[in-house]
């Protein structure tokens, strides 16, 4: 049985975008309600050589908008990665989730087998198909920057679970 490339990728995108977007919410909740700056949160990372949570949340939201849209055929927005505080972080949420909303469904026929040009940094290229693509490159980057982002809101004190990183499903 096969799953249609639409079902197999929107929905998801769009549910732990909402997840992300809610955590967020927290996050300057509890910046707000202990005085801290947000800053300190919006530059928190795990380790020196990883991103901080605000270029994690942009990292998601590039996913969340490229590999549908390779998916369906269609153009890639670009975003300029500007944000610099949580409202804008959501803002952009808001308008990945837009797009991929906007993104007709029809677009996907055949997308598991659409010709996918990856050209990850360097000079070399990688093609996958479709559903190699979305499978073993796109959801699996796209949920590390979002696991990422949620570790480093809980090891930072803010008060979240499971079901705050599953979202409504």
Not at 47 to 69: E, G, H, N, Y
Not at 138 to 162: C, M, S, W
């Amino acid at each position: 049985m096969s799953i249609p490339m639409h079902a197999a990728s929107v929905p998801v995108f769009k549910q732990f975008l909402a997840s992300l977007d809610a955590l967020l919410a927290k996050a300057t909740q509890h910046a707000a309600e202990r005085k801290i700056d947000p800053e300190a949160l919006l530059q928190a990372r795990l380790f020196p050589d990883m991103f901080p949570l605000l270029r994690q949340v942009q990292i998601a939201c590039d996913f969340a908008k490229s590999v549908p849209a390779r998916l369906a055929g269609a153009d890639v927005p670009s975003y300029e990665d500007s944000e610099r505080d949580f409202d804008q972080l959501r803002a952009r949420i808001a308008r990945t989730i837009a797009f991929i909303d906007g993104l007709p469904t029809a677009g996907f026929e055949g997308g598991e087998q659409r010709e996918i040009v990856l050209r990850p940094g360097t000079p070399k290229e990688r093609k996958l198909d479709g559903r190699t693509y979305l499978l073993h490159y796109g959801l699996p980057q796209f949920f590390f920057h979002v696991t990422t982002a949620y570790d480093l809101l809980r090891h930072n004190g803010i008060e979240v679970g499971k079901k705050d990183y599953m979202g409504a499903y």
